[in-house]
């Protein structure tokens, strides 16, 4: 009798744990979602009153928590903007930028605020063919892009499986040719992709956060300068040696400053 007691207060125990760790996985991303939406709405309702400062703070709990979205990031440089904080402004347009490419309201704060920078840069022009495999790239939205890698790669396969069982060569062949334009459409759509990723990778790419820094032919002060740069530039990051980084403009121009002049995108 004893024993059956014992066994039944285990099972229990056992399922007793089991149910708080369920309820743990499902409240407390739950509760986390609900202070990240409360301290965004009271953001939102700040930046409305014209207390872009007070905002900044919500905003800035929330990044800390670890979360992060376009949106967010949108509002942040909006705010930054507000209080004429130009190179945090660009800083978090450009991050909302990797994570809402085609957003249109953003693209227009971004072409606004350059107007406002001291370096007006203009960048190299491209290559025949990188330029047009970047229009090809804009014609459509990564999730368009997507949508169309996998509705390719569906009908790939069914065309393939179609193959294994038809006898009659005309069919066949228009099948392999079915196959072989899949096939060809797949590595392109792949490809937008890649280059997609690597042209919008984290760490790449920082923005100026000095009002003013020299630029110099060498990671040392004491090398020769070579051109002056300001606040919001974006500059492209080719390499670090301690604390220096070698920096790449648009304009192709490229020399060493400081690590802690700027900031990562």
């Known amino acids: 009798m004893t024993v059956n007691v014992i066994h039944y207060c285990r099972h229990w125990a056992v399922a007793a744990c089991a149910l708080a760790v369920i309820s743990l996985v499902i ?7 609900q202070d990240i939406e409360a301290l965004f709405t009271e953001g939102n309702r700040m930046y409305q009153d014209g207390e872009y400062e007070e905002a900044l703070i919500r905003y800035s709990q929330i990044v800390d928590s670890g979360f992060e979205s376009g949106e967010l ?10 209080i004429q ?5 660009v800083l978090f347009y450009e991050r909302a ?53 996998f509705s390719v790669w569906i009908l790939t396969a069914i065309n393939i499986i179609i193959l294994l069982f038809v006898k009659q060569k005309q069919a066949k062949d228009l099948v392999k040719l079915g196959v072989i334009a899949g096939g060809i459409v797949i ?8 280059t997609a990723s690597v042209g919008d990778k984290p760490g790449l790419d920082g923005v100026i956060m000095m009002p003013e820094i020299s630029v110099f ?17 974006k500059i492209r990051i080719k390499r670090t040696l301690g604390d220096w980084i070698e920096i790449r403009l ?13 900031e990562i995108i």
């Open 250 to 262: 648009a304009d192709g121009k490229v020399g060493w400053i400081p690590r802690s002049s700027i």
């Open 27 to 33: 409240c407390v991303p739950l509760v986390y979602s």
């Open 217 to 233: 032919s060498s990671p040392s002060e004491i090398g020769t300068e070579v051109f002056l740069i300001h606040e919001g530039t």
């Open 187 to 194: 590595i392109a759509v792949a490809a937008v992709f890649i």
């Open 73 to 82: 990031y949108y509002n942040i440089g909006n705010a930054y903007y507000k």
């Open 97 to 149: 930028r990797r994570l809402m490419p085609e957003d249109d309201d953003l693209l227009n704060n971004i072409d606004l605020i350059s107007l406002s920078l001291a370096d007006r840069i203009s960048p190299l022009p491209e290559l025949f063919y990188v330029r047009y495999w970047n229009t090809l790239r804009k014609m459509l939205s990564m999730s368009a892009w997507k949508g169309l890698f």
């Open 85 to 89: 904080e130009t190179g945090f402004s």
